[in-house]
């Protein structure tokens, strides 16, 4: 998880949403990395759990991922829940709970859902709260500009 939080930082440098995603087979290899590039790339899928997914399926030269777990700093969203059960990942460790989209279990388990015959699991709170924080401090950050921003129109 501390490459993941090390990628969340990259992702936050850029000024992006501080999310930071690895897989690393069952030898202890990093195949695949990522961190959030939505705003840099002007892609809505630019999610740091598929950039990393990509990468290590690249780097398979398979889209099949499994002996292979993710981890990442925020629990996956429906999107990146998808992708995760498609790649065959063998499980994924999260940190913070997402309380807006979380798939893993905190509005809904999309990683253990019947109707895909296929479940990955996963496991919440791997340094949680590092990454709760980073996320707490980047929106705290946004929520300033935003008011900064509004006064000062007021103020023209």
């Given at each position: 998880?501390?490459?993941?939080?090390k990628?969340?930082?990259?992702?936050q440098?850029?000024?992006?949403?501080?999310?930071g995603?690895?897989?690393?087979?069952?030898?202890?290899?990093?195949?695949g990395?990522?961190?959030?590039?939505?705003?840099?790339?002007h892609?809505?899928?630019?999610?740091?759990?598929?950039?990393?997914?990509?990468?290590?399926?690249?780097?398979?030269?398979?889209?099949?991922?499994t002996?292979a777990?993710?981890?990442?700093t925020?629990?996956?969203?429906?999107?990146?829940?998808?992708?995760?059960?498609?790649?065959?990942?063998?499980?994924?460790?999260?940190?913070?709970l997402?309380?807006?989209?979380?798939?893993?279990?905190?509005?809904?388990?999309?990683?253990?859902?019947?109707?895909?015959?296929?479940?990955?699991?996963?496991?919440?709170?791997?340094?949680?709260?590092?990454?709760?924080?980073?996320?707490?401090a980047?929106?705290?950050?946004?929520?300033?500009?935003?008011?900064?921003?509004?006064?000062?129109?007021k103020?023209?």
């Amino acid at each position: 998880m501390g490459k993941a939080l090390k990628e969340a930082d990259l992702a936050q440098a850029l000024g992006e949403v501080p999310i930071g995603a690895v897989i690393v087979a069952d030898g202890g290899e990093i195949i695949g990395r990522g961190h959030n590039l939505r705003e840099v790339n002007h892609d809505a899928t630019a999610h740091a759990e598929l950039l990393a997914i990509r990468q290590a399926c690249a780097r398979r030269s398979s889209w099949r991922l499994t002996h292979a777990s993710l981890f990442v700093t925020l629990e996956p969203c429906p999107m990146c829940a998808g992708a995760i059960i498609n790649s065959r990942l063998d499980a994924v460790y999260y940190g913070a709970l997402n309380p807006k989209a979380g798939s893993a279990g905190t509005l809904i388990n999309l990683l253990d859902f019947p109707a895909y015959h296929l479940s990955v699991p996963s496991v919440s709170g791997v340094r949680g709260e590092e990454a709760g924080e980073r996320m707490k401090a980047f929106f705290g950050r946004v929520r300033k500009e935003i008011k900064a921003a509004k006064q000062a129109a007021k103020g023209k």
